[in-house]
Structure formats: structure tokens, C-alpha cells
């Protein structure tokens, strides 16, 4: 499918929407990634405190904690995993979510997106993260 294939790397998608979180690990998993779906923040955290990823794959808009909340989780507790977090969202005209990405360095993929859009993405956190 890509160029990026990367053989026992290991994604987290954090998604609360059940189909676009299928696509994005049938996307993942074709490209050669192990990939777990958390619904949440607080459910990737917990992932996150047991197992080691790769690669993050985040809506910012997740319910219980989202996808901010999570980030400035990784950037204090994990902070060399921080540059490896792909943003997604279809809210990007609220003032919070707005503000973030102003701040926000890395890779961000809006709404909706496709599965070229996705590894395209992929490729840029590859580049900048992993050997």
C-alpha cells in the first residue's frame, strides 16, 4: 500500500466513531502495524501505562478525556512519544480546539480523511520519529 511499512510497530487509534476507527486500523494493519482502538483518552492512557506504541492516532473530540487532554498527558508523562500523536477532527472552528492546533507542531489530518490521506500522514510522523 505505502512505502512507510514499519514491521512490528505497534499503533494506538483513538477514536469514539466505530467505522472510522476500523478503516483507520484496516489502513494501519495493511501498512504492517499491530494496531488497539481505545474509544477514549482515559482508555489510552491506561493502554498507553502497559503497553509501548509506535505511533498515536487521535480524534480530538473523544468523550470521559479527550484527545488535548491526552496529548499533554504524553508530552508530561511520555514526552518522547508526544511527536508521534496524529491529530484528527472535523471540529476545527471551536475556540479550544482552534487554539490548540495554533500550538500544536505536528501532524494534524482533518476530517473527513482517506486512507491515502491517513498513511500520507503515517509517512510524515515516520520520518520526523522513527528509525
Given amino acids: 500500500m505505502s ?41 489510552a492512557k491506561d493502554m498507553s501505562d502497559k503497553n509501548v506504541y509506535d505511533l498515536y492516532v487521535s480524534d480530538i473530540r473523544t468523550p470521559e478525556m479527550n484527545g488535548i487532554d491526552f496529548y499533554h498527558y504524553l508530552k508530561t508523562e511520555r514526552p518522547e512519544l508526544a511527536s508521534r500523536v496524529i491529530f484528527t477532527t472535523g471540529d476545527v472552528m471551536s475556540s479550544d ?30 520520518i520526523n520519529c522513527m528509525d
Fill in 3 to 43: 512505502n512507510t511499512s514499519k514491521k512490528n510497530k505497534r499503533a494506538i487509534v483513538i477514536k469514539d466513531e466505530p467505522v472510522i476507527g476500523r478503516v483507520c486500523r484496516q489502513t494501519l494493519v495493511a501498512d504492517g502495524f499491530d494496531v488497539d482502538i481505545a474509544i477514549n483518552g482515559l482508555i
Fill in 97 to 126: 480546539v482552534k487554539a490548540f492546533l495554533d500550538e500544536y507542531k505536528g501532524v494534524f489530518l482533518p476530517k473527513p480523511f482517506t486512507p491515502d490521506d491517513l498513511m500520507k500522514a503515517v509517512g510524515s510522523v515516520l
